[in-house]
């Protein structure tokens, strides 16, 4: 498994770049490729420093980090494509836009072309706490139907497991919001008993993907009118240090049904949050 | 990544970094961010405030309160009232109309205010950070407002200060903070700059947003600001969580859908079948509305908030202060209640109850608490001791057994004060060396003896439901007299154990007694040790006494562990207990009885309860000791921190339910008599026996006291000897709708027809005459008509108070306003037919005496066939489900 790492330069870029050092130490080669877009912007003193530190800061991890710098002429998602060997044996580490704004933290990013480039693993990170240094205890994973679920975000879990402790594995079943204000607390248990079985094979899945003890991945079925809300509020209660889930599809129906909610994830989230999407 | 950034060990988060990393690892440095640096993080990461979501948010939710049934099936009669206004002009349905709007608009506005409550809570929180704080930036520390923190930021902290986001502490000397605001626990706990091996939450290099630096100075770096903070994630939640549904909301929503599919049902069935035999578009429209008015009890839903509204007013004379109408009758849904120890089952107030000695056996009281209060720290004023509340506790049992308290205090040379750390405190009295303390702490500190003795002897304590503390004793050389505490603390010999407890209120047993009978789970959630936590819970009443199952009780440690469906299964299995619990775990608890279908009350009084107050059914705030965070999520507010004062709320809220089901049905009685008018002019050619404005009057006007009367009902002595209702029992059953419609409703309208007939028939007309509404003979018969249902109304009122009883048996004249209520009906059959004003509004005129005389027979008929029916259904054992 080759980890690579889509590195900016910027401090932001640094608190991302942990996450892919502690990736790159759980794989047998404990090797991290830094791949930094020629022409990016910063002076070649301050990055020379920056590579220095990643390159020692991995090494203290056990990881030996290489440094190269790409072409970027056609684009730096262009450049990161031509680079990347595509597999299931690849896993790229990236960050989404840091000011969100109204532009949003992925759409129209590098990020989400990448995501949506399906070639590889692509694992998207937003940090808002950089305190966890990249180490990920409690994470919460949100899941839907698809059967695709969660066989390919494994992958970039499996290696983020050594620091996991304890995975939450939730389905939230959404109704619109007149039928879920009539819902009452039989229906609601029908419907969460629905939702239940799959939930648990998921979570056996994880624990077995990641070794961890069963008792140590929670599976968890919620009903809500506002996934997003629900997301956020059981990561709150469950003082997730990250939130991992896979991005959305990019065709443009999908942008229409998911982009938004996404994007108020990304926003309103109380801990870290990492976007996978694994080859096609 | 900067050029100086260290090297974290694998694993390692901001907690386990020595001091000198830390910074570095946060991109910053230990001069801290330069301003640039700051404002760039700031733009990414957010201001560092709790605050209320902004925009229109508001607006979003006023418009959820006019789509509600309640408001809707108001402003559709009122709608109704306007049409018939401009159907028939000049009988001031508009009038109607105008009044039905508002109630549909207070309706509205009411709710609006319960739910903008909620940003409350999370102002109250908000207000726990402080508005400036001291941060390094670029090497120079000034004063920037909180809400600029970012991560990477270098904070000085002093004495007194509140702290304004998760840092880590990277310099400072006796720094002690209170992190009472995050954890309930408001015991001084000391924080060091060095690395920890420990978890974020348990690290004691970590300043938490939201808690205070009581002692102290130092610098910490920002690790996470805003509603990333531990802080703000119980801001989050307080904020997000939304309240269920309450059970009565529920009931009413339904009962609206079916009564408003019977209206518009029937309405539309009349209207089709008006066109089909040829009757004009405009008639049959009028007759479509007439039956939808006659269906339609629009004074139900007012008399509903009046009967809540007043059902408060009682609660609070019995210290429940209720801040939701909903949660008066969700109470009385209760199922389960979870409740805190202190304060809420005992009187949060510490005794010596036990004094053993080392071997386990009695102890002589005055030496042991005397060498125990000199380890003490304690001061005598006007008002009793003060100090902490074990040495308070210590003072008083001296003071009550006859000791000298202040004499043995002046004695004492030297005070050597509680250490948190340690966990003991000490003092020198003559030549004696004094310490007490946790036995934990103590016993390393002995000299040889007996441990196995006093393992036994603090295990039993402990089992008892004591707060044990060991005290132990040796006599000093000369020479040790100015010794530091550390140097003095060997060779102890163990003098003995005292026994503490928080007594249990008063009136928790007989509470939870009264809840046991009345079907209502019990699940106590304390930090105490399972031992003493189980034995309290026997106190209270909330374990049998001898009921030493091992499944009765989960630690903190167990139910961290422990899946939601596992969770679900322990507490099916009987687990009533939580030990070693924080408040932030009730919300685990709360959801698997959600999942078990339980209707839920959980009590609270921290601002991290803030959270399970929301995901309750029905939060429970501490009027005395809880913080405005607590008081401000909750719902119900107990002015006397007591918890059978919780029990008290929930019967009133049993009653109010069981009251509305009563005044439901007295209510939809007289839509029979309403209806079938309108089904004998649509299908046979008969005046119509009843107008829309006569409906009204019945529905928003004489309706309306006796209705009220019916929910100032007092509680049955059975109702707390009852289970719980189900959560899914509506308010509108098939049984009620069949005894309101097809029983007592087809009686009262056979009976006001046969008069309505009768004085048609007296006056000349006949068989398919038609008469204009404004006929004397016409207004004669419609009034009595009406008259006579008003009249009927009285006899069923009697008979909806009590299932089986005659309801006269309940005190004809206990209920004032129920005697003021037949006296209205009373009063208005009589102006309805004899005064001209109200003849004249209502298109009514006056009938003969005996025809009067006859209508007063009416209540009588209808109570005579309604006990008969309810005689019949008691020997039968198997009453009507929905009747009252």
């Known amino acids: ?280 | 990544m900067s050029g100086d950034a260290p090297f974290p060990a694998p694993g390692s988060q901001i907690q386990n970094v020595a001091p000198e990393e830390a910074a570095a690892l946060l991109g910053s440095r230990p001069e801290g961010l330069d301003a640039a640096e700051a404002a760039a993080r700031r733009a990414e990461v957010g201001p560092n405030t709790l605050e209320a979501p902004k925009g229109l948010w508001w607006l979003r939710s006023l418009a959820r309160q006019f789509t509600n049934f309640f408001t809707l099936l108001l402003i559709l009669a009122a709608a109704i009232c306007f049409v018939g206004e401009a159907v028939q002009p000049g009988e001031n349905m508009d009038v109607l109309g105008y009044a039905l709007f508002g109630v549909s608009l207070l309706n509205a506005l009411f709710s609006f205010v319960q739910e903008f409550r909620a940003e409350k809570a999370m102002e109250e929180i908000a207000k726990f950070l402080p508005r400036d704080v001291r941060v390094l930036r670029g090497g120079t520390e000034s004063s920037v407002p909180a809400e600029d923190l970012v991560p990477g930021d270098v904070v000085a902290l002093r004495e007194g200060d509140r702290i304004p986001a998760d840092a880590r502490l990277v310099a400072g000397a006796d720094v002690v903070v209170n992190n009472a605001p995050l954890t309930g626990e408001s015991l001084p706990l000391p924080r060091t700059p060095t690395a920890s091996d420990a978890t974020l939450l348990e690290a004691d290099n970590i300043l938490f947003a939201g808690c205070s630096v009581q002692r102290g100075s130092g610098r910490a770096v920002v690790f996470a600001t805003g509603f990333r903070s531990q802080f703000g994630r119980i801001a989050l939640l307080s904020r997000d969580i939304r309240r269920t549904v309450s059970p009565l909301e529920h009931s009413t929503a339904q009962m609206v859908r079916v009564l408003s599919l019977i209206a518009v049902g029937l309405g539309a069935t009349f209207f089709a079948y008006g066109v089909a035999t040829g009757a004009s578009l405009w008639v049959s429209l009028v007759f479509m509305m007439g039956i939808i008015v006659a269906n339609v009890p629009e004074g139900l839903l007012p008399t509903f908030t009046l009967s809540l509204a007043m059902g408060s007013l009682r609660m609070a004379r019995r210290n429940v202060l209720v801040k939701s109408l909903n949660a008066v009758e969700a109470l009385g849904a209760v199922h389960v209640i979870c409740t805190d120890k202190t304060g809420t089952l005992t009187a949060n107030r510490l005794t010596v109850t036990r004094l053993a000695g080392a071997d386990g056996g009695e102890a002589e009281a005055g030496p042991l608490l005397a060498a125990a209060l000199a380890a003490s720290d304690v001061a005598a004023g006007d008002g009793g001791f003060s100090g902490d509340p074990l040495d308070v506790a210590i003072a008083e049992r001296l003071a009550a057994d006859g000791g000298d308290v202040a004499a043995l205090r002046a004695a004492v040379a030297r005070d050597f004060a509680f250490d948190v750390e340690k966990r003991r405190s000490a003092g020198i009295t003559g030549a004696r060396f004094v310490v007490k303390g946790a036995w934990e702490s103590l016993a390393p500190l002995l000299s040889a003896g007996d441990r196995a003795a006093a393992e036994a002897t603090v295990h039993d304590l402990a089992r008892r439901g004591h707060r044990v503390i060991a005290v132990a004793a040796r006599d000093l050389a000369a020479a040790e007299a100015g010794m530091d505490q550390d140097a003095l603390e060997h060779d102890l010999t163990l003098l003995g154990f005292l026994g503490l407890e928080d007594p249990i209120r008063p009136e928790v047993p007989g509470a939870a007694a009264q809840c046991r009978a009345a079907g209502i789970a019990m699940v106590m959630i304390t930090g105490d040790h399972p031992d003493t936590a189980a034995a309290i819970a026997r106190r209270a009443g909330i374990l049998d006494e001898g009921d030493d199952r091992a499944d009765r009780v989960i630690t903190g440690d167990e139910l961290d562990r422990l899946r939601e469906g596992e969770l679900v299964a322990a507490l099916q299995a009987g687990a009533a207990v939580f030990a070693r619990a924080t408040p932030e775990q009730k919300m685990k608890i709360v959801a698997a009885l959600h999942q078990m279908d339980k209707v839920v009350a959980v009590t609270g009084d921290g601002v991290n309860d803030a959270p399970a107050l929301k995901a309750a059914d029905v939060g429970v705030a501490m009027g005395r000791t809880g913080t405005d965070v607590a008081r401000e999520a909750a719902q119900v507010i107990l002015l006397d921190d007591n918890f059978a004062s919780i029990v008290a709320g929930i019967e009133e809220g049993r009653t109010i339910f069981a009251n509305i089901r009563k005044f439901t049905n007295y209510v939809l009685v007289s839509n029979g008599p309403e209806i079938i008018p309108y089904l004998l002019y649509i299908l046979f050619p008969v005046p119509l026996a009843l107008t829309v404005i006569q409906i009204l009057a019945i529905d928003l006007g004489t309706d309306i006291i006796p209705s009220m009367s019916l929910g100032q009902e007092k509680p049955d002595p059975e109702v707390m000897r009852q289970p719980p209702r189900d959560r899914h029992q509506g308010l509108l059953t098939a049984g009620l709708i069949a005894h309101s419609y097809g029983f007592l409703g087809l009686i009262e309208a056979a009976f006001s027809l046969s008069l309505f007939f009768w004085v048609l028939h007296g006056g000349g007309w006949h068989w398919g005459d038609a008469l204009a509404t404004d006929d004397p003979l016409y207004r004669s018969a419609t009034g009595i008509a009406l008259s006579s249902i008003l009249l009927m109304q009285i006899g069923n009122l009697f008979g909806r108070r009590s299932r089986f009883g005659t309801g006269i048996d309940r005190g004809a004249f206990a209920n004032p306003l129920l005697v003021a209520g037949v006296l209205f009906e009373l009063a208005a059959s009589w102006a309805i037919l004899y005064v001209p004003a109200v003849g004249f509004v209502l298109g009514t005129g006056p009938v003969p005496m005996p025809v009067y005389g006859a209508a007063l027979l009416g209540p009588l008929l209808i109570f005579a066939l309604d006990y008969g029916r309810k005689v019949a259904a008691r020997r039968l054992s198997q009453p009507p489900a929905g009747a009252p």
Request: with cysteine.
């Open chain 1, 1 to 280: 498994m080759a980890v690579f790492l889509a590195y900016d330069g910027s401090v932001n870029g640094d608190w991302i770049a942990r996450y892919a050092v502690r990736m790159a130490a759980h794989t047998p080669e404990r090797v991290l490729t830094v791949l930094y877009g020629e022409d990016v912007g910063l002076p070649a003193p301050a990055l020379a420093d920056r590579f220095e530190a990643l390159t020692a800061q991995a090494a203290a991890q056990g990881v030996r980090a290489e440094v190269e710098v790409i072409p970027v002429h056609g684009g730096v998602f262009r450049g990161l494509v031509e680079r990347l060997p595509p597999g299931p044996g690849t896993v790229l580490v990236c960050g989404l836009r840091v000011r969100g704004g109204r532009r949003g933290y992925l759409a129209g990013t590098i990020s989400a072309q990448l995501l949506a480039h399906g070639r590889f693993h692509t694992l998207a990170l937003r940090v808002v706490r950089p305190g966890l240094l990249g180490v990920a205890r409690r994470v919460l994973a949100p899941v839907g139907d698809h059967p695709r679920q969660p066989g390919q975000g494994l992958t970039c879990l499996g290696l983020l497991g050594a620091d996991i402790r304890r995975v939450h594995v939730l389905r939230v079943v959404t109704l619109g919001s007149v039928a879920f204000r009539r819902l009452d607390a039989r229906r609601a248990g029908r419907l969460r008993a629905a939702g239940s079985e799959r939930t648990q094979a998921v979570a056996a899945e994880v624990a077995a993907a990641l070794r961890l003890d069963p008792a140590h991945v929670h599976p968890l079925v919620r009903v809500s009118d506002d996934w997003v809300k629900q997301v956020v509020i059981e990561a709150g209660r469950l003082d997730s240090d990250l939130i991992y889930l896979e991005a959305p599809r990019a065709s443009l129906a999908r942008l229409f049904r998911f982009g938004d909610p996404m994007e108020e994830l990304l926003r309103d989230t109380p801990c870290d949050v990492a976007l996978y999407r694994g080859p096609a």
